[in-house]
């Protein structure tokens, strides 16, 4: 069974300031990763999806890395604004599994 | 043009009552989900549909019922809902069964008095 696990869970930095969000998973036989910002009473919003045979993935200020062997994610947000305040969800769709496994969260608030 | 669409948006309801939750999606996908986001936030598979063929039903109580009467829909219902039923309940959808992305819906904020 995949267990996702997301650290910290919950992130306060001043404005300007690069976050850097941690995403690990139990089981390294991946379909794909997929990183999502939740705002609060919303819905989930997707940022960026690696495919298993990918590295990495950019969009903007933010970049996602994966590291299928070690079982790892990471989520970097380049000079955070107010606006990046919200829960970013990591989960993974597992290659013999048809669903997706969350995490639980991380919160990050980004002050002005 | 909302892609993956879901009605009601909020649901207030009193114990015992049978109520429906509906999603549709315009994205032209095969496969279809419904997750629920518990009260520590935390989002857990409860049943897909690929091509209106029910493929994951996780432990799910039978109170609740998912139908899909085609590919574009996944309607969930609820009997005799109970308090701990309270919960967001969130449509999804992917283009293939195995995935290349997920797209969610809003979510239907479902509280039982």
């Known amino acids: 069974k995949q267990e996702v696990t997301q650290i910290p869970a919950a992130l306060s930095v001043p404005e300007g300031e690069n976050l850097v969000l941690n995403c690990s998973f139990t089981?390294?036989?991946?379909?794909?990763l997929q990183w999502f910002r939740q705002d609060p009473g919303k819905g989930l919003t997707s940022l960026l999806l690696?495919?298993?045979?990918?590295r990495e993935q950019t969009s903007g200020r933010l970049n996602a890395s994966l590291d299928k062997s070690s079982g790892r994610s990471t989520l970097y947000i380049a000079a955070s604004q107010p606006g990046d305040s919200a829960t970013y969800l990591c989960?993974?769709?597992?290659?013999?599994?048809?669903?997706?496994?969350f995490g639980a969260g991380t919160t990050v608030t980004v002050r002005a | 043009d909302t892609a993956v669409s879901q009605t009601p948006k909020y649901l207030v309801t009193q114990m015992g009552n049978d109520k429906s939750i509906k999603c549709e999606q315009n994205?032209?996908?095969?496969?279809m989900y419904w997750y629920k986001q518990d009260s520590k936030k935390f989002l857990k598979i409860m049943f897909s549909?690929?091509?209106?063929?029910?493929?994951i039903n996780e432990t799910v109580p039978n109170r609740f019922s998912p139908k899909s009467p085609d590919k574009a829909h996944l309607n969930l219902h609820i009997n005799s809902l109970e308090l701990g039923d309270s919960a967001v309940y969130f449509c999804?959808?992917?283009?293939?069964?195995?995935?290349?992305?997920?797209?969610f819906g809003s979510g239907t904020r479902l509280t039982v008095v």
């Open positions: 999804a959808s992917s283009p293939k069964l195995q995935s290349y992305g997920y797209t």
């Open positions: 089981d390294s036989a991946i379909y794909n």
């Open positions: 690696i495919q298993s045979s990918q």
């Open positions: 989960a993974v769709d597992a290659s013999n599994d048809y669903k997706l496994s």
């Open positions: 994205l032209g996908h095969d496969t």
């Open positions: 549909y690929n091509n209106k063929e029910l493929i």
